[in-house]
């Protein structure tokens, strides 16, 4: 167990749907990224926040966005769902925002859009 | 482009039978390279960091090493329950974590 906990473990919904995941932070951590694993592009970095901030930007649509609130847990909202965007979603998180920090990956949240 | 490669995609073990998982890298100004273990479903877990060439780091059958191009992952006398998808990325500038595709591990008796 990381410690990294992620809401919820499964979720399936139509195309054209929005949905939230939720990730809370090892305790003390101050970093959470996200990630989206699909079995052709492996994991692919989506977005990281550190101490409420955005902190950088990868691979991630316009229909997708993040947050992460003063308790540091974070949210990835998803929205204008397409067949594509189902994936495993991972959050992970570090104490700080260094190169060098390990990221420890919650259990992840497995999207189903039909 | 930076890029993390690995291979072999898939191999296949008897149990005892030593091999090893090679991760090659093009990235520029490394800080640090990690190896994450992944059981099918899972979230990835937490290996090994390695930040310099040269380094080498063990944990029980496992041993990292690495190069200034590429870095290995070195199983000796596997067992089943080392069957897994074992993960390299690459940490250039302190954002995000550049994965390879992984290597699938199956390790029978």
């Known amino acids: 167990d990381s410690g990294v906990t992620q809401t919820p473990k499964h979720l399936i919904t139509a195309t054209g749907q929005r949905v939230t995941l939720r990730c809370s932070p090892r305790?003390?951590?101050?970093?959470v990224y996200w990630y989206q694993q699909s079995l052709d592009q492996g994991l692919q970095f989506l977005i990281q926040?550190?101490?409420?901030?955005?902190?950088a930007k990868g691979n991630i649509l316009e229909r997708f966005s993040a947050q992460q609130f003063p308790d540091l847990h974070s949210e990835l909202n998803l929205s204008s769902l397409e067949l594509g965007d189902s994936a495993l979603y991972f959050c992970a998180s570090s104490v700080s925002a260094g190169p060098t920090d390990t990221q420890y990956f919650g259990p992840g949240t497995r999207l189903t859009v039909l | 482009e930076d890029q993390v490669t690995q291979s072999p995609e898939a191999l296949r073990l008897q149990e005892g039978e030593s091999s090893s998982l090679n991760c090659s890298y093009t990235?520029?100004?490394?800080?640090?390279l990690f190896w994450y273990r992944q059981d099918p479903g899972k979230g990835p877990e937490f290996l090994f960091t390695?930040?310099?060439a040269g380094e080498e780091k063990e944990k029980e059958r496992l041993k990292a090493t690495l190069t200034k191009k590429e870095s290995f992952l070195h199983i000796t006398a596997p067992k089943p329950e080392d069957s897994a998808t074992y993960l390299c990325?690459?940490?250039?500038?302190?954002?995000?974590?550049?994965f390879g595709k992984g290597t699938t591990l199956s390790v029978s008796s």
């Open positions: 990325a690459a940490n250039q500038a302190g954002t995000a974590l550049i």
């Open positions: 390695l930040y310099s």
């Open positions: 926040y550190y101490n409420g901030e955005e902190r």
């Open positions: 305790s003390g951590d101050l970093s």
């Open positions: 990235v520029s100004g490394l800080r640090g």
